[in-house]
């Protein structure tokens, strides 16, 4: 495996408040059951407006946002979705609809459009037991996300995004998704790779305060799989099997562990038959800062026509040493100056990994932070905050052992 060392690359800016996304979650109720999901499904659990409002207050008053998240569950289940993007809207934030898809509507798009729906980001994947779609690969499930895809820029002016949990046995598809997303970058503006992380019992174990904890009850300890430690960096590898040329820009790194990968974010160039080259640390760099510098807040979505804009782009190669070759490989041939150059984000996701000495390595600096009793809390470990009221503990099972000699 190729080594990505994180000095290299950019480290985002992004912190506890002062971030590009905040997470809302407004149901827990869904319409799937996704092998990968960390979230209960809650039928009689959507929030009013009232207690979204409260939600939105506290984000407001300990975080900056460009993007609130809208989340869950299934957000487009709760009957009151529009209201809430407009809420959303209405704070000067970009609303982004996390969604399954299968209850978006050509009707509801355009509603949600007239709230002020900035982007949609789709989650399809094989283990989630979609009716109609159950025996499908990654690669067949391209057809059902170039429908969303079609959909959103059939409408016009939304940004289009799309997740895919990465299993062991779906590492395969990898480059094949990319290829998919290539051939669509005109419609396409994100993708993204999350790692599937679950509870392992077999090196820790599970503590609240001096009590041991039966994690079994919580849903995201289902279905473990053999491997749950699938790194950013073998995805990297998987995809330059393809994209040889395939290079990051930019990271989060862990909060135990500061060479490590959480969100590995790339930026390639290219049209819709070639792609001719990446975004570099510096470019990044300059976008982040120049966007707070305008507007007080670092940058997530942006809109579908800044994405067609990739010429504009390569005019930071003067800082930038990849998109100075981008520039150069772009221009071998003059008549490409008639076709766009368009910009596709592609992001890397390894949630939280447990050390040996039983850390837990968390996001650090991470943008799905959720509200809960009025706090900020990791919205991928939620509950845990429902069960117990906190995150619990890990432990090696062998210190374990010993503190319970010990009578610790």
């Not at 460009?66 to 299934?74: C, L, P, Q, R, T």
């Not at 289902?222 to 990297?236: F, G, H, K, L, Y």
């Not at 819709?272 to 976008?287: N, Q």
């Not at 000495?357 to 905050?385: A, F």
């Amino acid at each position: 495996m190729n080594t990505l060392h994180h000095l290299d690359y950019y480290r985002l800016p992004w912190n506890l408040s002062d971030n590009i996304i905040s997470w809302l979650e407004p149901t827990a109720k869904c319409n799937l059951a996704c092998l990968g999901c960390y979230r209960k499904n809650e039928i009689n659990s959507h929030k009013t407006l009232h207690e979204i409002k409260e939600e939105l207050d506290v984000f407001m008053h300990y975080r900056k946002s460009d993007s609130i998240s809208i989340a869950g569950g299934e957000p487009l289940l709760h009957p009151q979705i529009v209201e809430i993007v407009k809420m959303v809207a209405d704070l000067g934030c970009k609303p982004i609809v996390n969604t399954n898809g299968i209850a978006l509507t050509k009707g509801l798009l355009h509603e949600l459009k007239l709230a002020g729906v900035y982007g949609f980001t789709f989650h399809i994947d094989s283990k989630q037991n979609r009716p109609g779609w159950k025996q499908a690969d990654e690669v067949e499930l391209n057809e059902l996300r170039y429908k969303y895809a079609r959909m959103l820029a059939d409408e016009g002016g939304i940004s289009c995004s799309f997740n895919s949990t990465v299993y062991e046995d779906t590492l395969i598809h990898i480059p094949d998704m990319m290829k998919w997303a290539h051939k669509n970058i005109d419609i396409v503006n994100v993708m993204v790779f999350i790692i599937y992380r679950a509870v392992d019992n077999r090196d820790v174990d599970w503590y609240l305060g001096p009590k041991k904890i039966n994690m079994g009850e919580l849903v995201y300890n289902e279905d473990v799989p053999d491997r749950v430690d699938i790194m950013a960096d073998e995805v990297v590898d998987i995809i330059r099997k393809t994209y040889p040329d395939f290079d990051p820009c930019a990271y989060l790194n862990g909060s135990e562990k500061a060479d490590s990968f959480k969100w590995l974010l790339s930026g390639r160039l290219g049209t819709k038959s070639r792609i001719f080259g990446y975004m570099g640390s510096k470019a990044m760099e300059i976008v982040q800062t120049g966007y707070h510098l305008m507007y007080g807040k670092y940058l997530s979505y942006t809109r579908p026509k800044m994405n067609r804009k990739g010429r504009s782009m390569l005019l930071m190669g003067l800082f930038d040493r990849k998109l100075r070759k981008t520039f150069f490989k772009y221009i071998k041939n003059p008549f490409r100056i008639f076709s766009k150059l368009y910009y596709q984000s592609i992001m890397i996701i390894q949630p939280v990994d447990f050390l040996e000495d039983g850390r837990q390595s968390m996001c650090d600096g991470c943008p799905d932070m959720t509200v809960w009793n009025g706090k900020l809390v990791y919205s991928c470990r939620m509950e845990e905050q429902l069960k117990y009221g906190y995150n619990i503990k890990t432990y090696p099972k062998n210190l374990a052992k010993e503190l319970e000699k010990l009578g610790v």
